[in-house]
């Protein structure tokens, strides 16, 4: 069930691009004040999730020399996307009908008022959970990219990246007559919007970027994995606003989203930290903490979909998939994807994604998959993992090229030495 199901009919006050008042209209729905309720925590649990969860996750992956640095990205980047969204985002995302992108009709949030419905919920609020989703993808991506990129080039990026990569693959899958969505691709709460998408996009720009000083002869391990710990921890948490939140009702639905997050989350949690026991001798506290966050990857295009035994076996799958993803495919390949985003959150969507189509049940949220006897769904999964990939990665490739010709992408290798705290800050944490 596509976000244009749950959140159709948008009346009400009507505000001019720039807040003046119109005459107010009915409310097509009567307002659920528990509907309301539970969307205004997951907007919080959600927003929690970049600040401060990204953040701490990030921020203690790094060396001393580049936490602050790291921490601002997130930071600046959650600014910035409020404002993207709020002036163009939201409007290109969900307003319109349009198969490939929605129009301008709600520019600075035009339309939109207190008596303004979404369902059963303020469009207000249907908004501000959007830009949760908004703010989180782009600041997925700085990780791939930490320790090396100026702070100026990375933020004109993403914000360019938000208006022409993620409004539009927003609108494929959640907004009116976006083709994906009216195809039949299942995503119920991002997995190709948010994670395949930040996952290709971190790619890319790791590539353009190349390796930091150093990558393969130098120690860069983590100066801080309690701040990951926290950050991890964080994460888990604002994921139940995440998917849960998704159904956009408190409802039963919503419960199980929340059961089968946090079923993934520690099955491919332990998947993760055995396989890595039994492939290094060890467990490792970093190791089980990204394996909880692949889970929590996997099963976001699923919660809506799956029963928790369905859940168990994504978690599994995607748990031990990610490891060997960022243990040997990074190696194997030698590219410097500094925080793993796309070992995580790329390959993480990309088999949740697949297997939401084999393990969708028709009593869960109307669609079956591969063990109700819908082969065909696996091939739609298919289809929207490939075109997310495709235009994620051509896209992206474009931007990032377009900025660094203009602006320059890489700091200075003495700069990069020296750390990026002091060198594009000022600033240091002793």
């Known amino acids: 069930m596509s976000y244009l199901t749950r959140a159709a009919l948008k009346t009400g006050l009507v505000i001019t691009a720039f807040g003046a008042l119109a005459e107010p209209a009915l409310a097509a729905e009567e307002l ?32 001393k020399k580049n936490v602050l640095a790291t921490i601002m990205q997130s930071f600046a980047v959650c600014c910035m996307a409020t404002i993207v969204w709020m002036i163009i985002g939201y409007s290109l995302a969900f307003s319109g009908e349009g198969p490939f992108v929605g129009d301008l009709g709600q520019i600075f949030l035009k339309g939109i008022g207190v008596g303004s419905m979404s369902g059963t919920i303020p469009e207000s609020v249907f908004m501000m959970f959007q830009m949760t989703f908004a703010i989180i993808t782009p600041a997925l991506i700085t990780g791939a990219v930490a320790e090396r990129i100026k702070f100026s080039s990375l933020m004109v990026f993403l914000a360019l990246w938000l208006v022409i990569v993620y409004a539009p693959i927003c609108h494929w899958v959640w907004g009116g007559g976006g083709f994906l969505g009216s195809a039949g691709v299942l995503d119920f709460a991002g997995g190709t919007v948010v994670h395949i998408n930040s996952g290709v996009a971190a790619l890319v720009l790791c590539l353009v970027l190349g390796k930091r000083v150093g990558y393969g002869r130098e120690n860069l391990a983590p100066h801080n994995l309690v701040l990951t710990v926290i950050g991890a921890a964080l994460l888990w948490v604002g994921w139940f606003g995440f998917n849960a939140g998704s159904e956009l009702a408190a409802d039963g639905n919503a419960g199980m989203a929340m059961a089968v997050t946090q079923i993934a989350a520690a099955a491919a949690a332990l998947a993760w930290m055995v396989a890595e026991w039994m492939t290094r001798g060890k467990p490792s506290v970093l190791g089980i903490a990204s394996g909880a966050v692949a889970g929590l990857v996997a099963i976001t295009p699923a919660a809506g979909f799956v029963l928790p035994g369905g859940a168990l076996a994504l978690g599994l799958i995607a748990g031990t998939g990610c490891f060997f993803a960022v243990m040997w495919l990074k190696r194997k390949l030698g590219y410097d994807d500094a925080l793993d985003v ?34 065909g769904q696996i091939g739609l999964q298919l289809y929207g993992v490939g075109v997310t990939i495709a235009y994620s990665a051509v896209a ?24 990026l705290d002091i060198a594009l800050h000022g600033e240091s944490i002793t």
């Open 32 to 63: 659920n004040s528990g509907d309301t309720a539970w969307m205004l925590t997951s907007s919080l649990l959600v927003l929690m999730m970049t600040i401060p969860g990204v953040a701490l996750f990030y921020g203690g992956m790094v060396r």
């Open 342 to 375: 796309f070992g995580v959150h790329g390959i993480g969507g990309i088999i949740g994604a697949i297997l939401t189509g084999v393990f969708a049940v028709e009593a869960v949220g109307g669609t079956p998959g591969l063990i109700e006897g819908n082969a």
């Open 396 to 419: 992206t490739f474009i931007l990032v090229k377009l900025v660094g010709a203009v602006m320059g992408l890489r700091v200075e290798e003495d700069d990069e030495r020296e750390g």
